[in-house]
């Protein structure tokens, strides 16, 4: 377990609080309390302090917008009006349909369950999404695998969840059941905050009740899978901040089946690492990989070293971040460039 820093209060490391938070401070900001954002609406922010639940109010010229449940505010603890939002150390963001600004889905999260069902549900494009997101969040990520007491073959759905990235950790559990407690306790200790992903009906309401030990009358609600489908219905409507056993906050978030990708070039090269690192190898700096001679990573397709369904899927990625991600202009709005490729 990890040990808490002398120089941080009890109370406040209880909520998360970390040194690189506490070299935030100066001496403009005496008389300000921490709280950490615990949830957030189009009106109204709630956050914990040391004290306990607060509503927040906002200085004017700022919207709920700007913050992400999990960050960290000073505000004045009498009013508890924010007087400013402390640096983050990860934000998970998302590009929504029509929006400009990304959505902010979690901050200061030290680690993401991305979590999914073993049956139907269970969609490696989807899981890749997310991987892509956590990545470029900076973010450690696992891949908890729910209703293992469903399925008569756990192992298949464990070995196709490890395949989508090198080194990823994959935990199999019942989330109904106490010991999927323990199976997470290594991400859970005190100070840590994690947050739950996936899609709807996969048992992330079920695997907070578990991990939080909520009573019946607390308990966030959960929903099942339709049977035709597999699809999930929407139980969680908001993002939420939650204690749970072992000292740990877990985020809640509402289902996400459609995730855009947009400005996650950090995060596809390390989900694609085996591509990545063949790429330099290639003819053209600027090879696509589906038809240029010379392509290193075309040869290990045939090679039978790189699954071509792997690539179809990594080339649908990349072509989409490449669409959504806003161009960096230069002096007075000129386009920048990418260098070309070698003369053919």
Known sequence: MEKQDHHIPAPLY????????????????????????????????TAFSVGGRAKL?????????????????????QSHQISRLLDRHSLLQRKTAGARQLQLIAANVDTVFIVTSCNDDFNPARLERYLALTNQAGTGAVIVLTKVDQTPDVAKFQ???????RGLQVVSINGKSRDAIAALAPWCHAGQTVALIGSSGVGKSTLLNTLAHKSEDDAQATGSIREDDAKGRHTTTSRSLHTIEGGAWVIDTPGMRTL????????????????TELAPDC???DCTHTHEPGCAVQSAVAAGKL??????????????NKQNTPIVTGARGNKRTSARGRRR
């Open 283 to 285: 003819r053209f700096r």
């Open 159 to 165: 070995r196709k969840a490890a395949a989508l990235q």
């Open 57 to 77: 109010s906002l200085p004017a010229g700022m919207t709920t917008a700007s913050f992400a449940v999990g960050d960290w505010v000073l505000a004045d603890p």
């Open 307 to 320: 699954d071509p369904a792997r690539l179809a899927r990594w080339s649908k990625l990349r072509n989409e």
């Open 14 to 45: 209880a909520l998360g609080w970390t040194p690189a938070l506490q070299n935030q401070l100066g001496p403009d900001d005496a008389g300000l309390e921490p709280m950490r954002v615990s949830s957030v609406h189009r009106s109204k922010i």
């Open 260 to 275: 855009h990708v947009s400005d996650l070039s950090t995060g596809l090269d390390e989900l694609f690492a085996e591509i």
